[in-house]
């Protein structure tokens, strides 16, 4: 009888053809050009100048945010700078209906979504009205605990497709979260059960110090979507147009009954982590910095834009006038918040009968404020 040789699978070939299908997604490039005519979403003129504004708005709440904070005007703050057409671009394919699952640097997707900009700054100074969102915000407060939005966004899929509402979920988190077992659990969670949702890792580079490469030893993160049965791409994340194309396209999936996405945009943060001390020069070089700088999203999109004769000088000082209007009344606003009381943390935490210890601080505290 004649062997027939098998074919031998080859595993490491395998896995080597997989990664090499993730090439990176983009329609813009750093000059402003666009090199992706097909894939172009064709906003309209007024379309595209919102979307500028937009993320010029973002850039501005940032410097100030950056400022109040030195000046111990803001509490908690993480840079968001570099980062704009990840958070603005993405937000912008979304609806109204849509959730918005954020952690700690998405603020300005739920600002863009209908937080009031005093609410976010309450957040930043750990007030509890800054927690409190009005009614018709479809989110939720930004996560601290790393990844942990994951499973909440699968959760708040399922539910909104079981009451039949054509929305999604969308959720952020960074190229650390995706370590967190909550992402793997998310995700393969809103897979199993075609929840509508969108899961987009915004792959700045690093986790605080800890560069991308130590994160994993995938090539990509978005090829991770992938073993939960993810439509995934991997996405220019300094490119407003791309990222916006990769959320409209995943939405839509998404309320048409094909299941979750997962998107990776790939960015970097220019400011340090966070405001509390961290010191990026210890873990990046200049030359990095620069090179990510040159990929700038505002840049990218003020030269596209300026070509089509759809933005200039006079525009955009004039955004930025209104921006920096807008925030100082904001600021206003919420240093006009009553102060926070002890007694009001308690029972934001605890509902009915207080546990003995905590009851004697409580009555303490209401003595003391009281007079
Ligand atoms: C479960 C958990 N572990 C650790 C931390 C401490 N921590 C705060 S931010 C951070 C890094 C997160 O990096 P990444 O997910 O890439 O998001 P980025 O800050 O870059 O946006 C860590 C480890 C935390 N908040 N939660
Ligand atoms: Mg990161």
Redesign the pocket.
Known sequence: MASQKSKQFDPVANLHEIEEKFEMFQILNEEGEIVNTDADPKLSDDELVELMRRMVFTRILDQRSISLNRQGRLGFY?PTAG?EASQIASHYALEKEDYILP???DVPQIVWHGLPLSKAFLFSRGHFIGNQIPEGVNVLPPQ?????QYIQAAGVALGMQKRGKKAVAVTY??????S?GDFYEGINFAGAFRSPAIFIV???Q???S?PREL?TAAKTIAQKGISAGLPSILVDGMDPLAVYVATRDARERAVNGEGPSLIETMCY?YGP??MAGDDPTRYRTSDTDSKWEKKDPIVRFRKYLEAKGLWNEEKEAEVIENAKEEIKAAVKEADAAPKQKVTELIRNMHDGDLPYNLQEQYEIFKEKESK
């Open positions: 993480a980062q952690g700690y640097r601290i605990i790393i990844g942990a988190t960074g190229d650390g979260g995706s967190q915004q792959n700045n690093f986790a605080i800890t994160q943060r982590h966070t």
